[in-house]
């Protein structure tokens, strides 16, 4: 299996409630290195265009107040099959359905609020990547 990169958000309410160190943890206990990190207030443009594929959403609006009511840490985790890997440390979306151990499970307070995002492919990760790293920000 090749070396992947993708793409992470710590989100608003784990950042609030100071848990990006626990959460680091689980990424780098995994196997997972974090090769490029940065905490940022996310601009609405910023929030609109990242989620635009979810514009259409009822959900859309309140995503966008979500993800600009905080800080966030932007981040690139590099490893073996990363994408599926940080998908699985993450758990489901819905932290009802995520499993014991992820970090949805242990610390997301709903759908909405749901502590990280992680890439969905390989390709959307080279895009989200592209969003908030240039190639020199990132050191493997
Ligand atoms: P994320 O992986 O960042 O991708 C889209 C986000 O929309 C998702 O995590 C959730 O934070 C948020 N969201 C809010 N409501 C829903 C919903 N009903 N279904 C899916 N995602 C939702």
Redesign the pocket.
Known sequence: MAIERTFS?I?PDATRRNLTGKINAKFEAAGLRIVAQRRIQMTETQAKKF?EV?AA???YN??VK??TSGPVVVQVLEGENAVAKNREI?GA??PANADAGTIRKEFAE?????S???S?SAENAAIEIGYFFAGADIVG
């Open positions: 958000i989100k989620y979810h959403r009822p959900f309140d995503l979500f993800m993450m979306t819905n709903s759908i909405e609020a749901n990280v995002h992680g969905d």
